[in-house]
């Protein structure tokens, strides 16, 4: 597995600000991927961070609303623009570690964000 | 569309009792079934990957199982310790991106 490191581990904004995350991994990975998780909710997917172009985001999230930046293979940024309440979540970063397709996702310990 | 249920959504066992958790799900070509195990304030932390109907992975009082439609997490003795949420998520096709349950909240009573 890999170890992943990310900050902050929990904030509170303001409404109408915007807040970055940042996602540290110990080692090289393929895949990174960031998601929401929402009390009672499963785990939902954002997007898909690609190293060296733009986001892959799902159905429902957008690039203006959740910019994401990975520069390399090691790290990577997910920014929360123009939050309100809703936004209140846990939003975190996960990676596959190794190829061949059926390796598992690991995660970090997430980013509590509260929105007042 | 693959579809994940989880159930139930909480459980409450005495420690020592014995019980399971179930996931049903409905996939087109399933490339993986996997669990989770959450801690409050964490991320989910991997235990296993099950690949095809028979399969079985035991970790500690863990055992893990499953069939065409369904994956069980079967619990024995537990202790305190183990209580925690527990995802299921399964893969399907030729994508990394799995599909969530929303977990079952399992708390041990001393």
């Known amino acids: 597995s890999a170890v992943i490191s990310q900050k902050p581990s929990r904030d509170i904004c303001q409404r109408g600000t915007s807040l970055t995350i940042q996602c540290q991994v110990d080692?090289?990975?393929?895949?990174m991927f960031w998601y929401r998780q929402q009390p009672g909710q499963s785990l939902t997917l954002i997007a898909t961070?690609?190293?060296?172009?733009?986001?892959?985001?799902e159905s429902g999230f957008v690039i203006d609303k959740f910019p994401i930046s990975r520069p390399n293979l090691t790290f990577s940024t997910l920014t929360v623009s123009n939050m309100s309440p809703e936004d209140s979540s846990i939003y975190l970063c996960?990676?596959?570690?190794?190829?061949?397709?059926?390796?598992?996702?690991?995660f970090g310990d997430g980013t509590r964000l509260s929105i007042l | 569309e693959d579809q994940v249920t989880q159930s139930p959504e909480a459980l409450r066992l005495q420690e020592g009792e014995s019980s399971s958790l179930n996931c049903s799900y409905t996939?087109?070509?399933?490339?993986?079934l996997f669990w989770y195990r959450q801690d409050p304030g964490k991320g989910p932390e991997f235990l296993f990957t099950?690949?095809?109907a028979g399969e079985e992975k035991e970790k500690e009082r863990l055992k893990a199982t499953l069939t065409k439609k369904e994956s069980f997490l079967h619990i024995t003795a537990p202790k305190p310790e183990d209580s925690a949420t527990y995802l299921c998520a399964v893969r399907s096709g030729g994508s990394y991106i799995p599909t969530f349950g929303r977990g079952t909240s399992l708390i041990v009573h001393p």
């Open positions: 080692s090289q990975v393929t895949m």
């Open positions: 099950l690949y095809s």
């Open positions: 961070a690609n190293q060296g172009s733009e986001a892959t985001y």
């Open positions: 996939v087109s070509g399933l490339r993986g």
């Open positions: 996960s990676v596959v570690v190794g190829v061949g397709g059926n390796q598992p996702q690991h």
